[in-house]
């Protein structure tokens, strides 16, 4: 190593080490993923930049691998004070409805379009909604890989299904198209899905790639059928309560930070889905490719009918984009 090198290394410790005496709030955020998920890599940056961004008043604090708790856990506890932040979406439509509309299966063609909706006006209702009724203020998105069907066999058509118990998360809507699908969705949380794949209570679960990768799915699930039945995105969160205690120039910092921390995922996720098929090949997982519109055919209907009503015109106007 350099002396220059070195030098560098030790004010970047030194930096670190002030910043931190110096913080005057700290921010807990906790999240599902582990170390080597874009998620962790995007939090770390982001708290790398709101450090910059404030001269060290504010500290985030990243907890990953649900060490702060399961994702309804700390939203419950950012609502009541005991964390901060998190990187949650869809189960959100607990609190606020049109949530929802992040992750409509079959309603989103392709990244472009999701981008459209999310930074658009029905994004900005969706935000909206999430601060007026959760007391929670997204600060900025990422894009998620497609959600896919892992088993232990080919899944090519709704047909297919028979009953089939998968695990999904606990979002009602999800539970609704997978039943008009044909088959038997369990909720569960994200940490009890490996042992629940290996003991064999669950028969398969559906994640993007990354989860499924970062989770170690791989292991006990040897079959990915690409039903791409979800594209969708998820927020960078903090609460109300966490925000209203930061001064008008940090949380000007903060959001700056979280615009940053955007652009950052963004490239990590598109070099990441190019590298993950290939990674999962090497692992001995087949990829089988489905009969798509089948599923969105069959699905359709149901996740229309699903939505609340108050918000079924926003989720056709979806569709029909």
Known sequence: ?????????????????????????????????????????????????????????????VFPNESL???????????????????????????????????????????????????????????????????????????????NLSANRPITTPDELNGFKLRVPNVPLFVTAWQALGANPTPMAFSEVFTSLQNGTIEGQENPLA??????????????????????????TISENAWNKLSEDDQAAVQAAAD?????????????????IAELEAAGVTFVEVDQQAFADAARDAVIGAVDADIRPLAEQIFNN
Do not use: C
């Not at 950012?78 to 439509?93: F, H, N, R, V, Y």
């Not at 409805?97 to 981008?115: F, G, N, Q, W």
């Not at 791989?218 to 990915?224: A, I, L, P």
């Open 260 to 276: 940053s921390t955007q652009a950052f995922e963004r490239e990590l996720f598109l070099t990441d889905e190019k590298e993950l």
């Open 69 to 147: 708790g399961k994702e309804i856990d700390v939203i419950n506890g950012m609502q009541l004070g005991t964390a901060d932040m998190t990187i949650t979406g869809e189960s959100l439509q607990n609190w606020a409805p049109k949530a929802a509309l992040l992750a409509l299966p079959y309603a989103y063609r392709s990244l472009e379009h999701m981008d459209d909706v999310a930074s658009g006006e029905i994004g900005d209702q969706i935000e909206a909604e999430i601060i007026a009724n959760a007391d929670i203020r997204p600060l900025t998105y990422f894009a998620r890989g497609p959600r």
């Open 211 to 236: 989860l499924f990768q970062s989770g170690g799915f791989y292991e006990v699930q040897k079959t990915v059928n690409l039903t791409e039945h979800v594209r969708s995105w998820i927020y960078l």
């Open 1 to 61: 190593m350099t002396p220059t090198r070195m030098i560098a290394i030790t004010l970047a410790a030194a930096l670190t080490t002030s910043t931190a005496m110096a913080a005057d709030v700290t921010l807990k955020l906790g999240h599902l993923a582990n170390e080597e998920n874009i998620w962790h890599k995007a939090a770390l940056h982001f708290a790398e930049e709101v450090a910059a961004g404030t001269e060290g008043r504010v500290e985030v604090q």
